[in-house]
């Protein structure tokens, strides 16, 4: 062999030996990479996606099952696949309907409002056009306003709804709720272009990361949420939810009245929502909601589905 071909064939070797070191050094990640997608493979399994065009906006969702529906509506900074965890052991009992609120992830606004009532009315008509009769409605943090919302608003066309881990604007609780450290946010989101200004433009991933963090979010489920607020009108469209909220307070105060509707009220046990929980049902009581249950998720803080997906389910099951 000639020294030439003897030298290549030496540093191919080597490179040959430094790929393996890296690949062997790497393989945590290749490994943790590849399971996470199979995982997604396996809970994406029976899934199907659309869209519906509802009062100027067009919603994207998933959906997935047979049986009694089910509508799954995402909290912030979160889109439908909060619910992913979940979705493939709610559908072997339940037609699952989760999907984008307006102007969040795949879904577009069509007008500039976003409070609670205007979002109701949206997947109220998604649930028309989808011909699902009499949906179980179960809403966490922004998606818990709009469910109470919809419960007000449609209640003969609803079998009950569960509002998780949020204070009710205008009843007992959201004053104080809103009034803490820990609600410096929603000062800031509802300040007329400042967020948009200070944040947008590539910046949301580092803010909206602060708050996906407090939950067990796993990378792929993080990277999906912060997609959802990736364009300068999602996160405008996510600003404008919280700038609502007066109008949702409003709305709160206004729509009283007897209302059979079976409302499940829950918290995760370390939620800083929990202290207030009693004074929450107490008032949607006196609201007028004449069937009102209060439900803890053990392990868990705000982001329930991600701390604890099989306490969610299970409690989702017990009432849907």
Not at 32 to 52: E, H
Not at 134 to 152: C, L, Q
Not at 200 to 207: N, V
Request: glycine share 10%; charged share 25%.
């Amino acid at each position: 062999m000639s020294e030439e071909k003897s030298t290549e064939t030496r540093n191919r070797a080597l490179l040959g030996l430094a790929a393996a070191v890296a690949i062997a050094g790497s393989g945590v990640a290749i490994a943790r990479t590849v399971r996470s997608r199979i995982d997604r493979g396996r809970r994406d399994k029976g899934l199907s996606f659309g869209t519906a065009r509802v009062h100027g906006a067009v919603l994207h969702f998933a959906k997935a099952g047979r049986g009694p529906a089910l509508i799954l509506l995402h909290g912030f900074p979160q889109d439908w696949n909060e619910w992913r965890p979940i979705i493939a052991r709610l559908a072997k009992r339940y037609t699952v309907v989760a999907p984008d609120l307006r102007g969040i992830g795949k879904s577009t606004a069509g007008s500039a409002k976003f409070d609670a009532a205007t979002m109701a009315a949206d997947v109220h008509e998604l649930a028309r056009v989808l011909k699902l009769d009499r949906p179980y409605v179960v809403g966490h943090d922004i998606g818990g306003m709009v469910a109470h919302a919809y419960a007000r608003m449609y209640p003969k066309d609803l079998r009950g709804a569960m509002i998780l881990d949020v204070p009710v604007p205008g009843l007992d609780g959201w004053d104080e709720a809103l009034s803490g450290p820990k609600s410096w946010h929603v000062g800031f989101l509802q300040t007329p272009d400042l967020p948009e200004t200070l944040v947008a433009g590539g910046r949301q991933d580092a803010f909206l990361s602060y708050f996906l963090r407090m939950g067990q979010h796993d990378a792929a489920e993080m990277g999906e949420a912060l997609k959802a607020y990736a364009t300068a009108a999602q996160f405008h469209a996510a600003c404008e939810m919280y700038r609502a909220f007066d109008d949702n307070a409003e709305f709160g105060l206004e729509k009283r009245g007897l209302n059979d509707v079976p409302i499940v009220y829950g918290t995760g046990d370390g939620s800083p929502f929990v202290g207030l929980a009693d004074r929450i049902v107490a008032a949607l009581k006196g609201s007028g909601f004449t069937k009102v249950a209060r439900a803890t998720v053990p392990d868990a803080v705000h982001y329930l589905v991600a701390d604890n997906p099989d306490g969610v389910a299970a409690l989702i099951e017990q009432h849907a």
